[in-house]
Every structure is written in structure tokens, then in C-alpha cells.
């Protein structure tokens, strides 16, 4: 057994260098779908863009123009729960914080929700919000079930 670390000398040379030679070449295809495979599970989109160029360009149909940008789902204001589905009402523009001061930032219609599922929460307006933000939170959220995306069944 030879020391992969050393160099090759000789016939061990010779070997090595027609092993490569014989060696199939592997198709643009080939190195496509393998870093398409190793990719896919990737959340960065410049890799993921990358490997889709690289898939297009094998099959020979890579755009000669670039689409232009596809528009990323809104994202949603932090004071939404991640089980509530609804989108947001508008702009951030209040702090919600709970009893022990930590909060979050939200549109009105998840600072309502977020408020209302809160024991002792209050409402703040951000510095840039429209007059009477708070307030339009506070009253909403009084009428406003806690967890209101919960669904709830009869009897409960
Ligand atoms: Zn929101």
C-alpha cells in the first residue's frame, strides 16, 4: 500500500495518469444536478440562483436576459404570531410590550391581536406613527379575543 502523500514515481506515475485519462468526463448536466442536489436544501438565494443558472445553461436554456427580480412574500410585522395567517393591516407603527417590558413592533391590526393575548400588555406608538395609532390599537384589542386566530369550538 503506497502513501497516498507521497508523489508518484514510475509505473505507480504512469497508472495514476491513465486511470485519469480513462476516467468519463462528467456532462455540464451531470455537475449540474449534482450541485443542484447538494443544494436544494440551501435557504441562500444566490446559491440556489446559481444552481438553477448552472441547470439552465446544461439543457441549453438559460434566458439571455435576466427576468426581472421576483418580488419576495411581504414579509410581516414581528408582532405577528407565527400561527396567525393574516397579513398586516399597514404600516409598523406601535410597540406592544407585555408586563415585563419586552414587546415587539407591529401594524395595527397585529398590535390589536398581539395586545389582546397579552396580561398587562401596553401600546406605544412608534415616533413616526399616524395620529392615534395607539389608541386605534388599545380600543381594538379590547374588543379583540385573546389568540384570536385561534379557532375555537363549541363549548370552550
Ligand atoms: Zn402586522
Redo the contacts with the bound molecule.
Sequence with gaps: MSDIRQPLYGDAATRAREQLAEAPVPSDLDVAVSVAQQLLGSSSVPALRESLRLLLRALGAEPTTLPDAVEPPPL?????YPQDP?????P?VVTVLDRTGAGAN??????ARLLASLEGGRVYPLPDAPDGAAIRVFKAAASTLPYAWVKRGEGQ
Excluded at 76 to 80: D, E, K, Q, S, Y
Design positions: 410581516r410585522c414581528p408582532a405577528a393574516t397579513p398586516c393591516g399597514g409598523t407591529g401594524c395595527e391590526h397585529h398590535g
